[in-house]
């Protein structure tokens, strides 16, 4: 399960990539998938750092919840703890930018 570590681990570093897109841009960054990027933002950089902060965040606790994966053999019910980890971190960043969007909207 080493391998599925590296991998976990990888996609944990796309999210500091993201954290650094989205710090970096110069209008409001979007944050779910579907919706386009909030328009009634009234302070755009601290906004953006914010959202930055939430993705870092989000691979930090990714790479906790996937330390598992470390000790797991093939089949082990240990996975679970990363796949239930997983999902309350996606609760806790929904959470994180409702709150954040609520405080930099105009």
Do not use: C, H
């Amino acid at each position: 399960m080493k391998i599925a570590f590296i991998v976990w681990t990888v996609v944990s570093l796309i999210y500091v990539g993201i954290a650094i897109y989205t710090a970096k841009q110069k209008t409001a960054a979007g944050f779910f998938s579907n919706s386009p990027a909030p328009t009634d933002i009234k302070d755009v950089a601290a906004y953006n750092k914010a959202v930055a902060r939430i993705w870092l965040f989000f691979a930090a606790g990714m790479e906790i919840v996937g330390l598992p994966l470390l000790f797991a053999e093939q089949n082990d019910p240990k996975v679970f703890i990363s796949i239930i980890g997983t999902i309350a971190l996606i609760n806790a960043i929904v959470v994180m930018y409702m709150k954040t969007y609520k405080k930099y909207r105009k």
